[in-house]
Structures are given as structure tokens and as C-alpha cells.
């Protein structure tokens, strides 16, 4: 009994700390002074391209009561979004369900890590510290069946594997590769032209040569039988 008790708890665990960890990567909370600032995103993982939302909530803490700042918690607060060297500001809504929540539209373009950077006060409390988010990472790594993109419509088309860029200076340089075999081929196809049409001029005169030669020796095989029956007639008289 004991035994079948520990392996159901190592199971339990086991499908729980997975949960608990992504959960804790995804949603980062930072407290300053009684002011308690958590920062995660809706959709997780984040995918590039797809729309995704990044959230702020703002709490007083005071023991163990905790209190929504609402509506107005980041009117003080300068807050922006930063990938690399690259930031942008956001502009957050408080939330209509949640008092404590803030919202905002976020739509990845690349992948890799990006996080939220909080300068200000909130109640009187100075705010200035950084969020990370959750990775963003490549929505083709999910497709099922692999290498097929789904679209609004339907329809499918297959997703190239890898995305290459080619230097403006080779395609020309391909482009006149491409023109001189042209203009090599068609300096060929002449030359052939020439050599046919030379080689039928040859055989022509040779024909002609053939002919005459013919006719000559004709001609010459008659002149001897008339001499031969000149000769005959003479011995005769």
C-alpha cells in the first residue's frame, strides 16, 4: 500500500514541477517596497508573428493583505519592451475584468529573448528594474504534419526549411554568364551554318567535277572507237 502511495505521489510530482517552473519563467514578480510587480505574457510560449498580449500587475502588499492598484498604477511609469538594442514604448490599458491587471498588444517578429523595462514610481515608490519574458520562439516547430503552414482559408502550402538571401552582385554576374554562353552558342550555331553551307558547296563542285570528268572520259572512249572503226574501214579498201 505504501508503495503504490509513493509512486502515485512521484508521479503527481512529476507532471507538477514542470507546471510550477514554466509558470514561474513565464511570470517574473519583483517587489519594491510594499509595492508588489508581476510581469508575464498571456500566450505561452510567444510565437513569432501571432498576436500576444503582455500583462502587469500591480499590488500593495502589507503583510499578508494584498490590495489592487487599479486604473492608475503605471500613469508614472515609463514602460518599454526591449529586444537587442532595439526598444519600443508601451502603452498599457487597465484591464475591464481584473483590478489589478494591465494590458497591452504585442506581436513578435523575431525570435529570441525579450524582456520589459519598468522606470518610475508607483504611490510614491521608485520603480526601475527589468522583466524578462518568456523565449520567443518558431511557430513551425509546432505544424503538424512538419513543413505545412495552415492558412485563414483552409488551404495549406508547404514552409521552406531555410531562408536565403542572394547578393544583388551575383545575379548579375549570373546574368552576363548567362548572356555570353548565349551569345557563345548562338557564334557556334553560325559557325556550324558556315562549315554546312561549305561543305555543301564543296560537295557541289565536286559533283560537278564527277560529272565532267565523266563526260571527258565518255567523249575520249568514243573518239577511240571512231578512230578503231576508221582504221578497220581503211584496212578494208
Same mark, same amino acid.
Given at each position: ?126 520603480? #526601475?528594474? @527589468?522583466?524578462?519574458?518568456? %523565449? =520567443? ?6 505544424? /503538424?504534419?512538419?513543413? &505545412? ?44 551554318? #558556315?562549315? @554546312?553551307?561549305?561543305?555543301? %558547296? =564543296? ?6 567535277? /564527277?560529272?565532267?570528268? &565523266? ?23
Amino acid at each position: 500500500m505504501r508503495k503504490n502511495l509513493f509512486v502515485a505521489i512521484l508521479l503527481v510530482s512529476l507532471l507538477v514541477i514542470p507546471m510550477v517552473s514554466h509558470y514561474a519563467s513565464a511570470h517574473v514578480e519583483k517587489t519594491f517596497g510594499d509595492i508588489s510587480v508581476k510581469v508575464g505574457m498571456i500566450s505561452e510560449p510567444p510565437l513569432v508573428g501571432d498576436t500576444n498580449e503582455i500583462q502587469i500587475w500591480l499590488d500593495t502588499v502589507s503583510g499578508n493583505a494584498t490590495t489592487p492598484i487599479s486604473q492608475t498604477g503605471l500613469d508614472n511609469v515609463n514602460v518599454i519592451v526591449t529586444y537587442g538594442g532595439l526598444q519600443k514604448t508601451l502603452q498599457f490599458t487597465p484591464s475591464d475584468d481584473t483590478p489589478d491587471e494591465y494590458d497591452t498588444t504585442i506581436i513578435p517578429a523575431k525570435v529570441g529573448s525579450y524582456q520589459v523595462v519598468m522606470n518610475g514610481t508607483i504611490n510614491g515608490q521608485t520603480i #526601475n528594474a @527589468a522583466f524578462p519574458l518568456d %523565449e =520567443v520562439e518558431d511557430k513551425s516547430k509546432y505544424y /503538424f504534419p512538419p513543413g &505545412v503552414i495552415p492558412s485563414s482559408t483552409g488551404t495549406t502550402s508547404s514552409s521552406p526549411t531555410t531562408q536565403t538571401s542572394v547578393n544583388p552582385q551575383i545575379i548579375n554576374q549570373l546574368s552576363d554568364e548567362i548572356g555570353k554562353a548565349a551569345n557563345d552558342a548562338n557564334i557556334a550555331a553560325q559557325g556550324y551554318a #558556315n562549315v @554546312a553551307k561549305s561543305f555543301e %558547296e =564543296v560537295k557541289n563542285t565536286t559533283d560537278m567535277l /564527277f560529272m565532267v570528268s &565523266v563526260t571527258s572520259i565518255g567523249v575520249g572512249i568514243a573518239g577511240i572507237v571512231i578512230a578503231v572503226v576508221a582504221i578497220t574501214r581503211k584496212n578494208r579498201v
